[in-house]
C-alpha cells in the first residue's frame, strides 16, 4: 500500500484547507486510517481518525474544527480544516491500519498503523 497526501500550503489563521490521502493497492473502506502532525521540533501528534465502520474519532483541539471523511470510491481519505490557527501549523501524515478493528485508545497511537503517506506541510501565518 501507498499513501500519498497533499493539500497543505500557506493560509491565513481562520482560513480552511482540505488535505487528501490517495491510496494505491487497495481500498480504504476496510481500515483505519488517521491523520496525524508533526511540528517543527516537536513528537508526532494525533489529529483524528476513521474506522471501516466510518465512525470518527478527533483530538480535543481538532473537535469542531476538523473533519475527516472519506470518498464514495473509497480510495482517498480527507481532512477539512476550518477555522485553523497558527498551532495548527504542522507537518500532516495519514495512516492506515490493517487491525480488524482499533478500540479509541489505540486509534490515537502512531504505533497502531501499518503505512504512512509522506508529510504534506500546512503553514497557518499572517
Known amino acids: 500500500v501507498q499513501l500519498q497526501a497533499s493539500g497543505g500550503g500557506l493560509v491565513q489563521p481562520g482560513g480552511s484547507l482540505r488535505l487528501s490521502c490517495v491510496a494505491s493497492g487497495r481500498t480504504v473502506s476496510s481500515y483505519s486510517m488517521a491523520w496525524f502532525r508533526q511540528a517543527s521540533g516537536k513528537g508526532r501528534e494525533f489529529v483524528a481518525a476513521?474506522?471501516?465502520?466510518?465512525?470518527?474519532l478527533y483530538a480535543e483541539f481538532a473537535k469542531g474544527r476538523f473533519t475527516i471523511s472519506r470518498d464514495k470510491f473509497q480510495t482517498t481519505m480527507y481532512l477539512q480544516m476550518n477555522s485553523l490557527k497558527p498551532e495548527d501549523t504542522a507537518d500532516y501524515y495519514c495512516?492506515?491500519?490493517?487491525?480488524?478493528?482499533?478500540?479509541?485508545?489505540?486509534?490515537?497511537?502512531?504505533?497502531?498503523?501499518?503505512?504512512w503517506g509522506q508529510g504534506t506541510q500546512v503553514t497557518v501565518s499572517s
Open positions: 495512516a492506515l491500519g490493517e487491525a480488524s478493528y482499533l478500540s479509541d485508545v489505540r486509534l490515537a497511537r502512531a504505533i497502531e498503523y501499518d503505512f
Open positions: 476513521i474506522r471501516s465502520s466510518d465512525t470518527t
